[in-house]
């Protein structure tokens, strides 16, 4: 059994195929990444995951219990699947350091120092310690997606959904938040990312799945992708990169 799972998903928007069959198995301490054009499906995919968007077909599993049965726990389910989007939306009323104790007091009942010791610890991880205080609106568009990242690992997930999430930055700040989903890597955590940054890709994914049109075309490890890719899509995606 792997970790995260999804079985033969099919999504619609109204007449619109949008996930036709995906099968993927992400296993445990494994950093799966994901690539493809635009509007191929990659977001719905892990906005499926995180049931931000109901499926119609197939299954969605992690840790083996169903995350798409319309009766499971979906409060429950998201405490375990942290997710990091393209828009950081941080409170922008509250600081680093509460956006980052909010979750944790008022969905798991935490107590606040605890919280709050802990939310040092992963502002820490994140390179700012020295901006627990601070207001979003005070923060580079990297230190707040850092808090973003922070805030969605104070929930003690066990995989963690990152959509684009060095899309919006100005170049020069892409480094410091990949960098941070490095470290992530290094120490086991299960990610799911979907990205434009190649090198990151490369480096640090234990796997390339590329997605178009709906459909996982290829599925290799990053060296079998970027040297020698198995299937016609690949190539024609890796010959646009270049
Ligand atoms: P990607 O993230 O790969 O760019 P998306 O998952 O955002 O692709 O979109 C896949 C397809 O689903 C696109 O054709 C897009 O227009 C469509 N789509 C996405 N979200 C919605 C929605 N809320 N309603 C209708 N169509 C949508
Ligand atoms: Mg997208």
Redo the contacts with the bound molecule.
């Keep these: 059994m792997s970790l995260l799972e999804f079985e033969k998903v099919n999504k619609y ?2 007449e ?1 195929h ?1 996930l036709k069959d995906v099968d993927l198995n992400v296993e445990e301490g494994e950093v799966c990444v994901i690539i ?10 892990l ?1 499926c995951a995180n049931r931000l ?1 109901e499926i119609q077909g197939g299954e969605i599993r992690l840790d083996g219990q169903s995350i798409s049965d319309p009766d499971a726990d979906i409060n429950r389910l998201r405490q375990r699947i942290g997710m990091v989007f393209q828009s950081f939306n941080l409170f922008p009323h509250k600081t680093a350091l509460e956006n980052v104790t909010l979750a944790p007091t008022k969905v798991k009942g935490k107590d606040a120092s605890s919280a709050k010791q802990e939310a040092k610890t992963l502002l820490d991880r994140v390179g700012l310690s020295a901006q627990s205080s601070s207001y979003p609106n005070q923060l580079s568009g990297g230190q707040q997606q850092r808090v973003a990242i922070a805030r969605a690992l104070a929930m003690n997930p066990r995989v963690m959904l990152f ?2 999430v060095t899309s919006a930055l100005d170049p020069e700040l892409v480094g410091e938040v990949l960098d941070v989903m490095h470290s992530l890597a290094e120490e086991g955590m299960t990610m799911l990312v ?1 990205t434009h940054e190649m090198g990151f890709a490369r480096e640090v994914g234990d796997r390339i799945v590329l ?1 178009a049109d ?1 459909r996982v075309v290829e599925d290799s490890p990053p060296e079998v992708f970027f040297e020698n890719p198995k299937t016609d899509r690949g190539k024609q995606f890796l010959s646009k990169l270049l």
Excluded: A, H, I
């Excluded at 493809?36 to 995919?45: E, H, N």
């Design positions: 928007f109204g619109t949008v493809g054009p635009s509007g191929s499906g990659k977001s719905t995919l906005r968007e959509d684009e979907v997605m709906g």
